[in-house]
C-alpha cells in the first residue's frame, strides 16, 4: 500500500492536505458546535480546546496519519483523517471527522468518503475501518449508508476528554466490497444537482 498525501477533489468538496492556512476556517468550523464536541468526540476542537488539539493532532501529525482538511462553501468547513495506515497489513482507519453543522446530512459527507476510499483503494488499500462512539448515532447510521459492515463493539473502549468511558463501534469495508458500494455512493451523489 502507498498512500501519497494529495488533494483529492470532486462538485462537492475539495480535500487538502492539513495545513496552517486552513487553521482560522478550520477553527470557526469547530466553535460552530461545541455541544457535539462535549458529548460525542473523544477530545475537544472548540473554543480553549482548539489549539492545543491543533499543536497535538495537526501541526505535527502522529506518524500513520494524513489529515485533510474539508473545504465546501468557499472554506475550510471541516477536518477528516486517514489515521492508523498499517502499509504491511494494508489497512487503514477514516476518522477524526468532523464538519460544521451547516454541512451534515447533505453531499458532502458521502462524496469526501467517497474520495478516501477511492484513494485508499487505489492506493492499495485491503481493508479500510471506521470506529464511532456507541451513542453517535447520527455517524453510525451514515457509515451504514455507506455501505460499511458493522463489526462489533469494543466495550468500555477510551475515556474520554470528559471523563466518560466510550463504547467503539467498529465498521469496515473491504476492497473486494469497494465496487458495490463505489456505485452505491455514486448513485446517491448522482441524486444531489
Known sequence: M???PKVLEDRFV???PLTEAHKPGLREACDADPDTWNRLYPFSMAGEHFDPAW???FATPAPGCLNFAVLAEGGCRGMTCYLGIDGANQILEIGAT????TLRGGPVNPAAKRLLLAHAFASGARRVQFKVDAINARSRA??????AVQEGILRQDRLTWTGRIRDTVIFSILDSEWPAVRARLDERLGAFV
Do not use: I, S, T, W
Request: charged content about 30%; aromatic content about 10%; hydrophobic content about 35%.
Open 2 to 4: 502507498n498512500l501519497e
Open 14 to 16: 475539495r480535500l487538502e
Open 55 to 57: 499543536d497535538r493532532m
Open 98 to 101: 468532523y464538519y460544521h453543522p
Open 142 to 147: 451514515a457509515v451504514l449508508k455507506l455501505g
